[in-house]
């Protein structure tokens, strides 16, 4: 877990052209793996919040400032943000729900990524509209807008 977190905070705080590429790609590999294994593994569960919100947030910021090296993992980590998308459903946590929305959108912008997005089209779609009955208007708001997005891959 430790060095999940010295990972994140890495990718999160320090700009990726004074890490370099190569230890980029590196910590990109520690960020999917660590990614598999809070949502995957029960022993995280006492962690998943904690866990999964640094996660996706150096997600985000690798799919927005290092699409190149992001963009390999990109469809293989769909189904996994589709999953915490449906236990941020569960426990209600607004703020995660919208993250994993946002890795979901940001997604379909990366380089090399359509071709894999395209093929888990449906299985997206079909979960986002469950999301659309979400309580939270935010949540039903992103949702809709992470739909459309996805609906429209060609």
């Known amino acids: 877990l430790g060095a999940l977190v010295t990972t994140c905070h890495l990718m999160c705080c320090v700009p990726t052209a004074a890490l370099g590429e ?14 598999v294994e809070c949502v995957e593994s029960e022993k995280m569960l006492p962690y ?5 919100n640094i ?12 699409q190149d090296v992001a963009s390999p993992y990109a469809a293989s ?11 941020c459903a569960a426990c209600e946590d607004v703020a995660l729900h919208l993250m994993s929305l ?3 959108l940001d997604v379909t912008h990366l380089p ?3 071709k894999g997005c395209i093929m888990q089209k449906s299985t997206v779609v079909m979960h986002l509209s469950s999301a659309t009955d979400h309580p939270s208007h935010t949540v039903r708001q992103a ?3 992470v739909r459309n997005e996805w609906c429209i891959l060609e």
């Not at 190569?22 to 990614?35: D, E, F, N, Y």
């Not at 998943?48 to 999964?52: A, N």
């Open 112 to 114: 090399g990524a359509r």
């Open 55 to 66: 996660v996706l947030a150096s997600w985000i910021k690798l799919m927005v400032v290092a």
């Open 48 to 52: 998943f919040r904690y866990c999964v």
């Open 102 to 104: 946002q890795c979901l």
């Open 77 to 87: 980590l769909v189904p996994y943000f589709l999953k915490i998308c449906s236990m």
């Open 22 to 35: 190569q230890k980029t790609k590196s910590l990109a590999g520690i960020l999917v793996r660590g990614l």
């Open 143 to 145: 949702a809709v807008q």
